[in-house]
């Protein structure tokens, strides 16, 4: 099995590779909860899914904005055209965000090799700068040294652009953690899951380790310290509202309507909950 949302990860296989332990976690865990069997249409291409559907009513607070944990902390793919092409049609913006172009600057680079290695390097800087670069994504930023956030999300919440066109020029890994995919190996069938103490002995990461997926964090003092504005408990509100606008487009339309109607069948969530106004990924 294979991580699916992992599989174009710069470092392969070694990433996205399910080991045999966690596969078995996988299948036992899909064998005994509730499954939802849908279609799900990803970058223009469908695949037969099972959806660990309750799992989609768990509650969540993507609060990026005021949160001190870095979870742009990899560069998670190797980047497509239409993410290459926003940076350079913007590029002004991307470094004023990331600094990535003044720092390759200062370190010899001329401008002809930064923007051939924006055009065509898996981490959109040159291949020997990797390793200095990978441990915070070359996306990402830290405006007034804070927060990390993601240039790419910011510059089309800048320009005005809706949900659809901030999923399309993001990585897909990144609009939709930390929820995950899994894979068979010939890709026929994907299984999806959102990261609990159930699930995360077969994640890729050990997601709910993160307060926006689990709210029991919030209740340290240790973690209030550190995040003294953020992550207020009457924030969270059910996954499928909170990702709404993500996952219908990520995932398609049809996912997120069927997840919704089991839930509301089972009442999990509720109808009133379903009038969010403020959709996560349009926050500012």
Known sequence: MKYFLFLNHPKGEEVYRVSEEREEM?????????????????RGKRYKAIVDYTAFSNLANFDCFRCQDPC?????????KVTREFILNNIESYNE??????????????????????????CMVPEETVENEI?????????????????????????GLGAKDIVEKKPLVCSLWPI???????????????????????????????PCVNRELTQSSKFRR????????????PLIMAYGETLKYSLGEKFC?????????????FAEELDIEEKQILKK
Do not use: W
């Open 180 to 210: 995950d995919i899994i894979s068979e190996e010939d890709e026929s069938l994907l299984y999806i899951t959102v990261p609990d103490d159930f699930t995360t002995g077969f994640t890729i990461e050990d997601y709910y380790d993160t």
């Open 97 to 122: 965000k990331t600094k990535n172009i003044d720092i390759l600057l200062e370190r010899g680079y001329e401008v002809e090799e930064i923007v051939e290695s924006i055009k065509k390097d898996s």
């Open 226 to 237: 550190k995040n003294p504005k953020g992550f207020l408990e009457d924030e969270y509100v």
């Open 135 to 159: 441990s915070l994504c070359t996306c990402s930023f830290k405006p007034n040294n804070e927060s990390v956030l993601c240039s790419l999300h910011s510059m089309c919440l800048e320009k």
């Open 257 to 269: 309507n069927e997840v919704k109607e089991r839930l509301l069948a089972e009442n999990l969530i």
């Open 26 to 42: 996988l299948r036992e865990h899909f064998s005994r909860v509730n499954i939802l069997e849908t279609e799900v249409i990803m």
């Open 72 to 80: 742009c902390a990899d560069n998670p793919v190797i980047y497509e």
